[in-house]
Structures are given as structure tokens and as C-alpha cells.
């Protein structure tokens, strides 16, 4: 396992930034880059903008910065908090979870609950539990005492699930999706050698409707855009090969559609750009026709009068949930595979 990968993808993973709080994951982006890039803007919106300058083409290679989370809506008179979703969670992944409110005097701890089975009937236990039956218990007894804490409706809460090493060079975690692609847009950077104008653009709010995406892309109107990504890995039970066939340890992962083309048609040229750089260079590889999910691609590619883009992805289970599981091998390829296609641009005709 590359030690310094690792390292990086540790420090991103456990830091914590859902959608429209991404403040400590844009600190270590500038953090790891500063000795790397030219420049540093960030946005109206908070999109961090790291600008290595060049000649044409320019690259705008994207990565979303927010993850999964939950806020607070309201908060009861004997202290028990209610929130609602920030992204795409699947409801029962959610209970019993440990969390962190971000509050105004730091972090406070707390659990997820909803009603223990003693007290159900049977009906009840048969049916999965909704979010909006679950409530956050931070040991508080009353209202006056959570706000005493510095939590207030609208405070940010992420799960409180470290980065942990499984067998065979894999890792589980929150947030994978995306401090993976972040990992792999920053080592990217840090290794490419070549003179096109690179723009390494952490995106917000993609959790949330690819809002950061969007308006960073109209502002730098690249001639070219590579979103850094993960994709659903099908290889576990439950899912059937014929949904996925995206496997952990297969490599990188090249889109060629998601959202059953509703979302991301990669342009046909960066398709072909990618798989031969590749083919050419021995890197491991997986082609990926999805018919749910997107990326910040999706509003990338029909920015301004268009913009011709693709996604390069680590495979990954269990995503959007706090246990998240990708194969380091896999992201090195990754990592592999973008820094040879940014170093191998005039393979590509547009």
C-alpha cells in the first residue's frame, strides 16, 4: 500500500464537511497543492479553484468535496433533535449510527435512536425504520441544554466513523465518495510533468444537485473536463452481475454512460482518449454503462455551449453509507490512468 496515498486519502476521509460545510476538506486540498499550483481561488459558491498555469488545452479535473450528512431541524423540549437528510442516504443505514454535531463550540457527540423493538408490535418490526421516525440523543435533558452546547437548527452532523484497513490493500470508511476522487485529483496533480493549464477544482454541493459543478464550469469554460469519482461495484451478494459489473481489484473505472444517459454521455473522444492511454501505458481498467447515479459530469458536459468530458472512478461498495469500501489498488490505477491521459493530451481530438 502506497503510504502516502493512504495517508492523504486518511486525512480526507476522516475530516468532515457535508453539503454547503465543505470548509476543512477545502484547508487540506490548499494544504496538499500549495507547493503544486500557480494560484488558489475560491468562489462565490466555495468551489476551491487550484490553477497550474500552461498552455492550451486546459483541463478542468473535478472532484466534489461534500459528503452525505444530516442537519438539524428541531430540537424537543426534553432535548432530543431531529434532522433531515443532506444526499442520497438509504434510511436504515442510519439508525443506531454515532454522529458529530458541528456546533458552534465544537464538537458534540451523540446517537441516532428510534423506538427499541421491546416496544414494537410485530407489524412494526417487519417494516424499515424512516429517518423521519429516528431522533439524535446527546445524553442532553432538556432544549435550554442542547442550545446551552452550541446546537441550534441548521448545525451540520456527519457520521463519526474513522478510515479502517481491511485484508488485501483495502480500506473501509465514510465519505469514500468523494475523498477518493479528491486523493486522486490531488496525486494527480502533484505528479503530472507536463505544460497544459490545469485547473483541480474541488466542487461543493454535489451531494445536493451538482450545484458546485455548475457554476465553477461556467467560470473556467475548460476545453476539456475530467471528473475524479467512485463508481458502484457490484461484486458482493445482493447484486447481480448483469446490474454491475464493476469489481474491486479490476482498475479504474471509464464512464461511458450513467443514469441510463439521462445524466452523462462521456464525450466519445475522451472515452477513446482514456482507453488508449490505458491500453498504452498497462493500466488496469473497467468500462462502466450505468442506468442509475451521476456526477458532477452531468452538468459539466452541457455547461456554456458544451464541454467535452468524462469521469474515471474507483470502484466502490456500499456506498453512501459510513462503511464504504474501496481497494487501494484500484485508486492507484486510478491515480495512474488520469496523471498518463493529462500527460498524453494530444491523444486526444476534440
Known amino acids: 500500500m502506497a503510504h502516502s496515498t493512504y495517508s492523504l486519502l486518511k486525512k480526507l476521509a476522516n475530516a468532515h464537511g457535508t453539503s454547503g460545510y465543505e470548509e476543512k476538506i477545502r484547508e487540506i486540498i490548499r494544504e496538499e497543492l500549495e507547493d503544486h499550483v500557480d494560484e488558489f481561488r475560491t468562489d462565490s459558491m466555495g468551489n476551491l479553484i487550484a490553477i497550474k498555469k500552461g498552455k ?31 444526499g442520497g442516504w438509504y434510511d436504515p443505514t442510519l439508525l443506531n449510527s454515532r454522529v458529530i454535531l458541528h456546533g458552534e463550540k465544537g464538537k458534540i457527540y451523540g446517537v441516532i435512536g428510534s423506538k427499541p423493538p421491546h416496544m414494537m408490535k410485530d407489524d412494526g418490526k417487519k417494516s424499515a425504520i424512516k429517518a423521519e421516525d429516528m431522533f439524535i440523543d446527546i445524553g442532553a435533558k432538556s432544549r435550554e441544554e442542547v442550545e446551552r452546547k452550541g446546537i441550534k437548527v441548521g448545525t451540520p452532523i456527519t457520521l463519526d466513523m474513522d478510515i479502517r484497513r ?59 473536463a475530467i471528473v475524479c469519482e467512485v463508481a458502484v461495484a457490484g461484486d458482493h451478494p445482493g447484486v447481480e452481475e448483469r446490474n454491475s459489473q464493476i469489481k474491486l481489484d479490476e482498475g479504474a473505472v471509464i464512464t461511458v454512460a450513467d443514469a441510463s444517459g439521462r445524466g452523462l454521455i462521456s464525450h466519445p473522444s475522451v472515452v477513446r482518449w482514456l482507453e488508449n492511454v490505458a491500453k498504452k501505458r498497462k493500466i488496469k481498467y473497467q468500462m462502466e454503462v450505468s442506468e442509475g447515479g451521476t456526477t458532477d459530469a452531468a452538468v459539466i458536459h452541457i455547461t456554456r455551449e458544451g464541454i467535452p468530458s468524462g469521469v474515471i472512478s474507483v470502484p466502490t461498495r456500499y456506498m453512501h453509507s459510513g462503511v464504504e469500501v474501496i481497494s487501494m489498488n484500484d485508486l492507484e490505477e486510478s491515480i495512474k490512468l488520469l496523471t498518463e491521459a493529462l500527460e498524453n493530451l494530444d491523444g486526444l481530438h476534440i
Do not use: C, W
Open 166 to 224: 481491511l485484508a488485501n490493500n483495502r480500506v473501509t470508511g465514510k465519505s469514500l465518495d468523494d475523498r477518493v476522487g479528491i486523493t486522486m485529483m490531488i496525486e494527480a496533480v502533484k505528479r503530472y510533468r507536463g505544460n497544459a493549464t490545469i485547473y483541480a477544482v474541488g466542487t461543493v454541493q454535489e451531494e445536493v444537485g451538482l450545484k458546485g459543478a455548475r457554476t465553477s464550469a461556467f467560470s473556467l469554460n475548460p476545453d476539456v
Open 56 to 86: 492550451k488545452p486546459s483541463v478542468m479535473l473535478a472532484a466534489h468535496m461534500d459528503e452525505i450528512g444530516l442537519v438539524v431541524k428541531n430540537i424537543d423540549k426534553n432535548g432530543f433533535i431531529r434532522f433531515v437528510k443532506f
